[in-house]
């Protein structure tokens, strides 16, 4: 049977765009994931245009961009469509985890241009962008104490506080004056809204004002002041609003109010948010306090998979925990020096130990014999390029240890020009200019 509303038939659809954000008939988000995906493709695929082995954008910068304006465009409004397990959402779930896993690995391999068989995890190390995963959750986290601390929704924190005291599970109203203070349990969070607490709020007021009239002759101005607009209104026309059983208390004690005997003057006022109420400032503090928690949570569990992730190992004896300052090594480097410096931490380059294990060599043992053609061995120990090595390398101190020469920035620059001039890296050669450029 189709619907018609006035003249005009609506007919069904399995999803539509609403501010930007694609609402599909179960709300899994499936609908939304497929096209951010489509869309970020295009913005991934348009990295390379700025991108050049030789030439083109610093690594540093490519990183930036990505952070600033495709991972924004990836999770946008993430914390609706990304909804964790639980009540037949598993599904929806892995589809979206698995979707911004994939961009954030193809987009990390156009930026560090590694080798495809580089580990994501150790990519997410080495350019200082978190897994995709944990960003998820904590865009939720920030999400859901947005709205916890939200001025329009501060009533959330009084039920929040009232909760254990007065109320197993439940919706109340707190008020606050200076002449009484009251809580009101209202119902179960099933069953009743935010918007009929707010009323009870209301309510509690007045029967605040009933119980404590003034003395003297003079009439006296009370202001009750809420956030809810909708409550406001509702009590100024009670006709067709929902809470119709707590309006009509509200109504019948303002009649009590305005009576002659009564030395009342209500009046209802409507403020943004619960400002300057103790309560909000308290709600502020927590908010706070609570997103240091979660930084540091976060910073934790980023450490705890990195240091047992299957992948990357190579990288993890020299960044043993993940951290802001690998960035500084790329400061100032051409984008093959970031290269190279990645792909020799990760341990996949064009050095034969890798080039054997993916069946492109057939031996790993380096033309010296004396061991496998590795970033180690290279670097510190084959006799090979021992005067290459005296010449540029260790031209003013030895260093023997191969991670603190690929994770200190004193070296780095050094160790990514020598291994360049050994020639091994044949993906570099055409780079070799620039140095002998860069030295005179
Ligand atoms: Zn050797």
Known sequence: MPLIIKGVEIKPVDSIKYLGFYLDTYLSGEVHVQEMREKVAKL???????????????LVHLRKIYMAVLQPQIMY???????QGRKGFTGAQRVAEQAIQSIQDQALHRISDAFKRTSQQALEVCLHVPPA??????????????????PLRSTLYYILLYRRKWLDNGIGAAVYSSIGQAYKPVGS?????VYAGELEGIDAALEILLQSQPRGDNPHEATIYTDNQAAIRATCQPGRSSGQYIIRRIVRHLGLLRDNRSRWRVRLQWVPGHEGVPGNKKADQLAK????????????????QWEYAKHGRHLYRIIKEPTKTVLQLH?????AWSSVLIQLQTGKSALRSFLASVRIEDSPQCQCGLGDQDTAHVL????????LRLKTL????????YRKLLSEPQWVQQSIDFMMWTGLLTQFRHAIPLIITRSQ
């Not at 991934?44 to 954008?57: E, H, N, P, Q, Y």
């Not at 969070?189 to 809204?193: A, R």
Request: glycine share 4%.
């Open 77 to 83: 409004t993430c914390s609706t469509w990304y909804i």
């Open 133 to 150: 995963e944990l960003t998820l959750a904590k865009l939720a986290e920030e999400a859901c104490l947005r709205i916890m601390t939200s």
């Open 331 to 335: 400061e100032g480097l051409q984008r």
């Open 44 to 58: 991934v695929a348009g990295l390379s245009s700025i991108t050049g082995l030789t030439w083109g954008t610093p």
């Open 289 to 304: 306090l609570a997103a240091v928690e979660a930084t540091r949570r976060f910073a934790k569990w980023w450490k705890d």
């Open 394 to 401: 260790w031209k003013e101190a030895r260093e023997t240890d």
């Open 189 to 193: 969070s099933d069953t009743h809204t």
């Open 380 to 387: 510190v120990r084959c006799p090979i390029h021992i005067n």
